[in-house]
């Protein structure tokens, strides 16, 4: 079935540091690709999706591209700042037949704490 | 607030009750998510509809979790003869069927405790 792996955290960061977080996944057919941020006490929110290989989401300075040779899906930023403090999660969602777009299958999340 | 919300915010319950959660997506979305969240873990499909329809449930759901959406607008969970496995943030997201995207949109999740 459809997976998504991600690096482990806890990542500690200082201020203004560059920040590279790795998502790869399997999924049948092609799936979207998607970054998800839950900061805390809040729920989750969309930070950045592609839909198609060579894709490059970006959003908040935050960027990822589509990877289809790698299945890869890494989450980068070049200075990173206290307030991107949160824990971050990578998904997809893959096209099936006739019932459309299938829920979303997400990593174990990463927790980054970016100190000042 | 035109999000999604979700009713309670927080639960706890002893062993062996039922709870209900209830979840209100955003007025114009017709697809309605559950998912459930244990610490340091990603969200968990658990279940899906699309207006009234129940499309799909994963193995997660058990027999003693049941979920409905009678009007197509607001969706329940049950749960019933909780365990303390149970114990989890369940979270309810939703999103509109157009183009090529699922876009989900996510409420802030209701955090059982089972005693």
């Known amino acids: 079935g459809d997976s998504v792996t991600q690096m482990e955290g806890p990542v500690t960061l200082s201020e203004e540091a560059f920040l590279t977080i790795n998502c790869t996944y399997t999924?049948?057919?092609?799936?979207?690709l998607f970054w998800y941020v839950q900061y805390p006490g809040e729920g989750l929110q969309l930070l950045l999706k592609?839909?198609?290989?060579?894709d490059k989401g970006s959003n908040k300075g935050f960027e990822a591209t589509y990877r289809k040779e790698t299945t890869s899906f890494h989450l980068e930023k070049g200075s990173v700042q206290v307030s991107d403090s949160a824990v971050y999660f990578c998904?997809?969602?893959?096209?099936?037949?006739?019932?459309?777009?299938?829920?979303?299958?997400f990593g174990k999340g990463t927790r980054l704490s970016v100190i000042a | 607030d035109t999000g999604v919300s979700q009713d309670p915010r927080h639960k706890i319950t002893k062993r062996g009750q039922n709870v209900t959660f209830r979840c209100d997506p955003i007025?114009?979305?017709?697809?309605l998510y559950w998912y459930r969240q244990t610490l340091g873990q990603g969200p968990e499909f658990l279940t899906y509809?699309?207006?009234?329809?129940?499309?799909?449930k994963s193995r997660l759901l058990s027999d003693r979790f049941s979920a409905e959406r009678p009007k197509g607008s607001f969706s329940t969970l049950e749960i019933q003869r909780t365990e303390q496995g149970d114990s989890a943030m369940y979270l309810c997201?939703?999103?509109?069927?157009?183009?090529?995207?699922?876009?989900?949109?996510f409420g802030p999740g209701t955090r059982l405790t089972v005693l």
């Open positions: 997201a939703s999103s509109q069927t157009r183009g090529n995207v699922n876009e989900q949109f």
């Open positions: 999924a049948t057919g092609y799936p979207s």
């Open positions: 592609a839909t198609k290989a060579d």
């Open positions: 998904a997809l969602s893959s096209r099936r037949g006739d019932s459309g777009n299938t829920p979303l299958v």
């Open positions: 007025s114009e979305h017709n697809r």
């Open positions: 509809f699309q207006n009234e329809a129940q499309l799909e």
